[in-house]
């Protein structure tokens, strides 16, 4: 079987800031109109001077940021599987085809199996990175645990784990 072309797929956590944004945003303002009413004022005459309103908006976009930034990319080339995933994994990791003893497509239920989704770690299961849905590749190494990242099966992906089970499968480099 020939080579297939590089392949890669990117996932985001969208589904996580939509979720939290009006748990976040609603707090936020439930904490303003307390602290106006505190001071006996309206939320449109509050002191922005105040520390703790502003402390509180800050915050709140910082961490609104932070979950809209959650990316897992991962891609197959010639030099072996290559992912990140920020904000927890900044550089490329590359796992080289010698050190990867089988890839598989896997189902999962991430509550389950790792605890929840982002970065996870399970004695039983391996490392996960996960973003949502309940589909993975599992990249089983030669030596250590094994590595769960989130997928979505299409042909691309099919060939790919074909070729490689195919051609370097029980590896013991």
């Known amino acids: 079987m020939k080579e297939p072309s590089i392949y890669g797929q990117t996932h985001r956590m969208n589904w996580i800031f939509w979720i939290t944004l009006p748990i976040i945003a609603g707090s936020t303002l439930l904490g303003l109109f307390f602290e106006a009413r505190e001071q006996h004022t309206t939320l449109l005459e509050l002191s922005w001077s105040d520390s703790e309103s502003l402390t509180g908006i800050i915050m709140t976009v910082l961490v609104l940021f932070l979950l809209k930034g959650i990316k897992l990319k991962w891609e197959f080339n010639s030099s072996g599987f290559e992912y990140h995933f920020i904000p927890f994994i900044w550089r490329n990791k590359i796992i ?52 769960h990242l989130t997928a979505t099966s299409d042909k691309q992906l099919d060939d790919w784990i074909t070729y490689f089970n195919e051609k370097y499968a029980g590896n013991s480099n």
């Open 96 to 147: 080289p085809f010698s050190e990867i003893q089988h890839i598989s497509f896997e189902k999962i239920h991430a509550l389950k199996d790792f605890g929840g989704w982002g970065y996870r770690v399970s004695r039983k299961k391996g490392k996960a990175y996960t973003t949502g849905g309940n589909t993975v590749i599992r990249i089983q190494l030669t030596q250590g645990t094994p590595v």
